[in-house]
């Protein structure tokens, strides 16, 4: 996978197709707490069929460099400053969970960046509850099955279940407690409203973690914007429902490459 050097810090990323192909849509995908490329397996081969998909491992994730942040606005920053560097332009920004925190807010800073964000499994404000803080930082082996079983619908396969345990374990655990913390700050519930570009609402039937209430309330405050909930699935919506999410996802892209 290649690297970008940020800040001082190396940063990984996979790109599709080796590389960009001229004249197709471009799509940023951002993962959320305790990420990696790999919660984004099963949209990597459907969108470099017809798209440029890039998908970036944030600071302290996955095989980049860094300790991770504990405010959204800091990696909105460190997702911007990707931007620039990658000389991208009008692109399409999909963002899951804590990632779908880090578009709204690139959303309203920087909007000239963008032709339309894609928010998953996330809301306006991200309370986290103390004890899962606490887990995080005292009991990190304990909580992790506890987080999974949030993540995932009851009638989610087992593999996916424990591929989902395993990218978490992989992630340092004070990385994971910054991301949470990061999220538990995160509250932008009056400014959500002046988010004014193409928006795409995505969220699983059975989130635990971000209800469809959160979703609901995106879908009411952003103008113009479109809402699918997908049924038999939850937080990790993508990854357990596939099909049916890439097929929203190219739907709303090509519709607005129709609209341009």
Known sequence: MPIIELKGELVNFWIGNGGFLKGREIILFIHGAGGSQFVWSFQKRYFEKEFNPIIIELPGHGSSEGDGRDEISRYCEDVFCFIKEMKLQKIFLVGHSMGGAIVQMMALKYPELMKGIILVGTGARLRVNASILNGIRNHFEEIIPKLVSFAY????????????????????????????????RFD??????????????????????????YATYLHQMIKGSRLQIISKAGHMVMMEAPRIFNEKLKEFILSQKMIS
């Open 188 to 213: 932008i519930m009056n400014e959500v409203r002046n988010i004014n570009l193409p928006t795409l609402i995505i969220c699983g039937l059975e989130d635990k973690l971000t209800p469809v209430k």
């Open 153 to 184: 619908y009851q009638g989610a396969p087992k593999e996916l279940i424990e591929r989902g345990a395993e990218i978490l374990r992989k992630c340092k655990p004070e990385v994971l407690f910054r991301d949470f913390l990061a999220c538990d």
